[in-house]
């Protein structure tokens, strides 16, 4: 496990950016794990520009999402469906019926997260996820207490994520659910990249990182795959030294 240290949340975005960039030229049919966030946005904002630029093509790159919150139809803007397509799909040549997002109104969410899972196999596994991290640990929205085993499923948020991701809804509190990948679908992926920016960051760091592994802290998960590396700015990982980790 890799810890990367940048001066700025700008340059450790951009620097995620270029690694995504470097997987997407040796492997154009990459298939990507992708985060929402704003924590993400200046990961997207650069990889638009290095496609503009001509650098990167996504013609044959297949993604999927890692979550969406239930209840929210694709074309409201606060979805992540929405926030995907503004953000990334609809600015670079990437072919959108092979972008998935979990739907937030399947009547039947069981049966839903048992198909993600096999589009994910049938795709030939992700090579490549992007991860935020959330304050209480969260990665995708399984959040403390996530079996680390768990696959694509509806959960409960917790009411610091519902308060954190409140600023998306103008103040009020999103939907209390979400679908997401379980945190055994992400440690199926063959790497994994954890991008972490800003103060209120910190304490998740380090306790992913420094704490017990332990689903109180859900990203301590991460810690027993053997390709992962964080990406941090001077604010996440403040105490945190930069390097190798062994996977435990």
Not at 160 to 174: D, I, M
């Given at each position: 496990?890799?810890?990367?240290?940048?001066?700025?949340?700008?340059?450790?975005?951009?620097?995620?950016?270029?690694?995504?960039?470097?997987?997407?030229?040796?492997?154009?049919?990459?298939?990507?794990?992708?985060?929402?966030?704003?924590?993400m946005?200046?990961?997207y904002?650069?990889?638009?520009?290095?496609?503009?630029?001509?650098?990167?093509?996504?013609?044959?790159?297949?993604?999927?999402?890692?979550?969406?919150?239930?209840?929210?139809?694709?074309?409201?803007?606060?979805?992540?469906?929405?926030?995907?397509?503004?953000?990334?799909?609809?600015?670079v040549?990437?072919?959108?019926?092979?972008?998935?997002?979990?739907?937030?109104?399947?009547?039947?969410?069981?049966?839903?997260?048992?198909?993600?899972?096999?589009?994910?196999?049938?795709?030939?596994?992700?090579?490549?996820?992007?991860?935020g991290?959330?304050?209480?640990?969260?990665?995708?929205?399984?959040?403390?207490g996530?079996?680390?085993?768990?696959?694509?499923?509806?959960?409960?948020?917790?009411?610091?994520?519902?308060?954190?991701?409140?600023?998306?809804?103008?103040?009020?509190?999103?939907?209390?659910?979400?679908?997401?990948?379980?945190?055994?679908?992400?440690?199926?992926?063959?790497e994994?990249?954890?991008?972490?920016?800003?103060?209120?960051?910190r304490?998740?760091?380090?306790?992913?990182?420094?704490?017990?592994?332990?689903?109180?802290?859900?990203a301590?998960?991460?810690?027993?795959?053997?390709?992962?590396?964080?990406?941090?700015?001077?604010?996440?990982?403040?105490?945190?030294?930069?390097?190798?980790?062994?996977?435990?």
């Amino acid at each position: 496990m890799q810890v990367k240290h940048f001066p700025t949340t700008v340059a450790a975005a951009y620097a995620v950016a270029d690694r995504i960039a470097e997987r997407l030229k040796a492997t154009p049919k990459i298939v990507l794990g992708l985060a929402t966030g704003v924590t993400m946005e200046p990961v997207y904002e650069r990889l638009v520009a290095l496609h503009r630029a001509g650098e990167i093509s996504f013609a044959n790159v297949t993604s999927f999402n890692l979550d969406e919150y239930v209840g929210l139809p694709p074309v409201d803007p606060r979805s992540y469906r929405s926030t995907m397509d503004s953000q990334l799909f609809d600015l670079v040549d990437i072919d959108k019926s092979r972008t998935f997002v979990p739907d937030g109104l399947v009547a039947d969410p069981k049966a839903f997260g048992s198909r993600y899972e096999a589009m994910i196999r049938e795709a030939g596994g992700i090579d490549l996820q992007l991860l935020g991290i959330g304050r209480n640990g969260h990665i995708g929205f399984n959040e403390p207490g996530a079996d680390f085993a768990a696959r694509t499923r509806v959960v409960d948020l917790e009411k610091s994520t519902l308060e954190a991701n409140s600023a998306f809804f103008g103040g009020a509190l999103p939907p209390t659910q979400a679908m997401t990948m379980g945190i055994g679908t992400i440690l199926d992926s063959r790497e994994i990249i954890v991008l972490a920016t800003g103060a209120t960051k910190r304490d998740a760091v380090r306790a992913s990182l420094l704490g017990d592994i332990t689903p109180d802290c859900p990203a301590t998960a991460l810690r027993r795959h053997p390709n992962v590396s964080w990406w941090l700015d001077a604010e996440s990982g403040a105490g945190v030294a930069s390097g190798s980790l062994a996977a435990e």
